[in-house]
């Protein structure tokens, strides 16, 4: 016992630790790190979830706050010995603004990096993402890359932009002293489409197919292949980088890899009908049943109407002109970066991960009824 009350010692901070990926990752660490002492949680919107964590053997403190304040930032880090920054603002649909975005995801990640470096903080992790890369406005494929793969990164969108920008200040890092003296060790994750437990779009989907009498509509080829990573496998990579960052630094310091798993290359589409098939959805057509100029034309027509419409409400649907181009353009990865600098295996297979989300969507389908 002496063991583990002597490894019981280290203090993580988890950014956006009650968003999907966040809570992924914060469950995953209280299971998988032994040597946790105090886990910390910081997010805007704290869920009520959080409560059930509180009676184990790890101190949890919920922290409500903001990454775009500096001060409240830096008193969450301060005292932690590494930190897992997955706050972010996700929105490709127009929702927020490009300042908000810039805010949240730029800003934001700078006061992580600052509190580390001002409060002796030395190990930080970034949730990045395949945007950073692609796919580019350009429609060029990304045919199973890897994280050297040459290729065109062409940022319009505020979304990707702010991703590229946030992962680079976190790069460029590394190595920095800070207080105390000491070199800070950073490192990103470029995680491809996110599936699993608690994921909205798929929730949202679902809800569309049961509004369409059980029917989607196929609108992208199913020749496209789009790169899906399951949320328990990336979570278990965050904590595995995390921990061996620590014993690894001068391999991984400065590093980015791409989130990967044994899940297959589909398109968006033909991979979301494996959980919402077993839902009793079903995808109309073995091609597209639009013309691609149509749905284009479509998408502008929504960008147009999302613009008009401002000042009275906000539209924000599922298709829009980048949205299309991402969902049509192939981006896939396929490397062993992960696996040969720290070990990395998935955690979850590809059965058990479609298993998990099949029937958390189940669940989620009786509640609705
Ligand atoms: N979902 C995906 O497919 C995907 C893919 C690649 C990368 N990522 C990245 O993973 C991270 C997590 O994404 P997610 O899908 O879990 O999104 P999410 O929206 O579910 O989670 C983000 C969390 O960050 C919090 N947050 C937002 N603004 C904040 C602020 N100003 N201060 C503090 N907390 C704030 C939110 O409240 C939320 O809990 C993001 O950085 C995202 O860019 C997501
Ligand atoms: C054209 C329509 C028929 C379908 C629209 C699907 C569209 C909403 C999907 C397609 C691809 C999805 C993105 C992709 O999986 C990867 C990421 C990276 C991540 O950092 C944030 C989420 C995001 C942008 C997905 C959002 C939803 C997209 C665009």
């Known amino acids: 016992m002496a063991d583990s009350a002597q490894a019981q010692e280290l203090v993580y901070l988890v950014t956006g630790g009650c968003g999907f990926l966040g809570e992924h990752v914060v469950r995953m660490l209280l299971q998988q790190e032994p040597r946790l002492r105090e886990l910390r949680i910081f997010d805007l919107h704290l869920g009520p979830w959080l409560e059930e964590l509180k009676t184990g053997p790890v101190q949890v403190t919920a922290i409500q706050g903001d990454v775009t304040q500096a001060h409240e930032v830096a008193a969450a880090v301060a005292g932690a010995h590494v930190v897992i920054h997955t706050a972010g603002l996700v929105d490709v649909f127009g929702r927020a603004s490009p300042e908000t975005i810039h805010a949240v995801n730029v800003q934001g990640t700078k006061n992580v990096i600052e509190a580390c470096v001002q409060t002796g903080t030395q190990f930080l992790v970034y949730t990045s993402s395949m945007e950073v890369v692609g796919p580019n406005i350009k429609g060029h494929p990304f045919y199973r890359g890897n994280e050297d793969t040459p290729y065109e990164a062409v940022h319009r969108h505020p979304y990707p932009r702010s991703k590229a920008l946030a992962e680079q200040l976190v790069l460029e890092a590394n190595g920095r002293k800070v207080r105390g003296g000491l070199p800070l060790v950073t490192c990103a994750l470029r995680p491809t489409g996110i599936y699993g437990e608690g994921h909205q779009i798929m929730r949202d989907l679902y809800q569309q197919g049961l ?159």
């Open 211 to 369: 509004r369409l009498g059980g029917r989607l509509f196929r609108a992208i080829p199913a020749s496209v292949e789009h790169g899906r990573v399951y949320v328990g496998n990336v979570a278990w990579m965050h904590v595995l980088v995390a921990r061996e960052l620590q014993e690894r630094a001068a391999l991984m310091g400065g590093q980015v890899y791409f989130c990967y798993d044994k899940s297959p290359y589909k398109s968006y589409e033909d991979f979301n009908m494996e959980f919402l098939g077993p839902c009793g959805l079903r995808l109309v057509g073995t091609r597209p049943l639009l013309p691609y100029w149509l749905l284009m034309l479509l998408a502008f027509l929504n960008a147009l109407l999302q613009w008009l419409l401002r000042p009275l409400l906000l539209y924000a649907p599922l298709l829009n002109p980048y949205t299309l181009a991402m969902a049509n353009t192939t981006f896939t990865v396929s490397t062993d970066k992960a696996q040969r600098h720290f070990g990395y295996e998935p955690l979850f297979s590809w059965e058990e991960s479609r298993t998990r989300t099949v029937r958390w969507m189940q669940t989620m389908d009786s509640s609705a009824q």
